[in-house]
């Protein structure tokens, strides 16, 4: 069992940068690939990014690519989603998600999901 603990969503303005984290604890989080969907108002969950347990791969939606990184610490079971030029679009909430299998072309479904933390952005 892996639990996730978001945080550092909040509202800013369009244009700034925000940090999330996500604390995991319960299985061995060095081994696990991690990452995280979104949902905005009103429509599905998506994909975001991942990160193999290396942090030697990542991915990324199209939507957020060269704004976000993604990064992990595997000494402090914490994955990060730096995000850069922030767009009103970008307005959602942020899930962490583990054991998210992913390749270069492809995702499935993750197996672990923690509770989300909002972020708003304003025009």
């Known amino acids: 069992q892996v639990q996730l603990v978001e945080s550092g969503g909040g509202v800013v303005q369009a244009g700034v940068s925000l940090r999330l984290s996500c604390a995991a604890s319960?299985?061995?989080?060095?081994?696990?690939?991690m990452g995280w969907f979104r949902q905005a108002p009103g429509k599905e969950r998506e994909f975001v990014a991942a990160i193999s347990w290396s942090g030697g791969m990542t991915k990324y939606a199209d939507s957020v690519k060269g704004r976000f990184t993604i990064s992990r610490d595997n000494a402090k079971n914490t994955v990060y989603l730096e995000m850069n030029s922030l767009k009103p679009e970008d307005t959602a909430v942020y899930y962490c998600v583990a054991e998210l299998p992913f390749t270069s072309t492809w995702y499935g479904s993750p197996r672990y999901w923690g509770q989300g933390t909002q972020v708003t952005v304003s025009s």
């Open positions: 319960g299985r061995t989080f060095s081994s696990s690939v």
